[in-house]
């Protein structure tokens, strides 16, 4: 099966940079990919990395370290907006499975 | 990327009752895919809908309870059979980017059994 870990809550100030770890293991791995979720939301896709190293994409930043099984999500310049929930998945076989999730909350 | 309509955005529903939720995306695809995610929860694969053959189900999801159809390559419905309390989530559909790197989801349905 698949297991990943994520923090359940991170809370920063607007403008800061908060970082959430992912660390997962399965089998058949292809790829970690990071989502957002807000509140009476569908989840939104937001990076992808299929091999090792840091895939930048505006304010966030996704890494990935394969031979560690660990990823992490990088929200820098934190907006209000940013406040919801983020969910590291594993992309294995065909299909996705997902950490519990983050919730990350900005504050003023 | 694919946009997936879904419906209906929410309902509630009668214990014992059924309800087909419908996903139609605006591209054909190979595979959808159909999650719950309870209250507060991370999202759960229910199972996966290939068309042309029986959908692929995740292990504690059987066919009697979640029934999937998949008659095309653009179009999937699951519905939730002899609904109790403990169904009441939120079910959404996704497909994968052509490219192979994202997921869209469709909007949710948020399904309340009384």
């Known amino acids: 099966g698949q297991s990943l870990e994520q923090p359940s809550e991170v809370t920063a100030v607007e403008g800061a940079i908060v970082q959430i770890n992912c660390t997962y293991q399965t089998s058949g791995f292809y790829g970690l990919s990071w989502y957002q979720q807000h509140d009476g939301g569908a989840p939104t896709f937001l990076s992808y990395?299929?091999?090792?190293g840091l895939e930048e994409t505006g304010r966030f930043s996704s890494f990935l370290s394969r031979s560690d099984s660990y990823g992490y999500l990088l929200l820098q310049e934190l907006q209000m907006k940013d406040s919801a929930s983020y969910f590291c998945a594993v992309k294995h076989d065909y299909k996705l499975s997902f950490g519990a999730g983050t919730t990350v909350t900005v504050r003023a | 990327s694919a946009v997936i309509s879904q419906k209906p955005s929410r309902d509630i529903c009668q214990r014992g009752t059924s309800l087909t939720i419908q996903c139609q995306v605006d591209?054909?695809?190979?595979?959808m895919f159909w999650y719950r995610q309870q209250p507060g929860q991370s999202l759960t694969l229910i199972a996966t809908?290939?068309?042309?053959?029986?959908?692929?189900?995740e292990s504690g999801f059987v066919i009697d309870k979640f029934p999937i159809s998949r008659p095309n390559l653009t179009f999937s419905t699951l519905t939730v059979s002899n609904m109790s309390p403990e169904d009441s989530s939120i079910y959404l559909c996704?497909?994968?980017?052509?490219?192979?790197?994202?997921?869209?989801f469709g909007s949710g349905t948020r399904l309340t059994v009384v």
């Open positions: 591209s054909q695809v190979t595979m």
């Open positions: 809908a290939n068309q042309g053959s029986e959908a692929t189900y």
């Open positions: 990395n299929g091999l090792d």
């Open positions: 996704s497909v994968e980017s052509p490219e192979g790197d994202g997921y869209t």
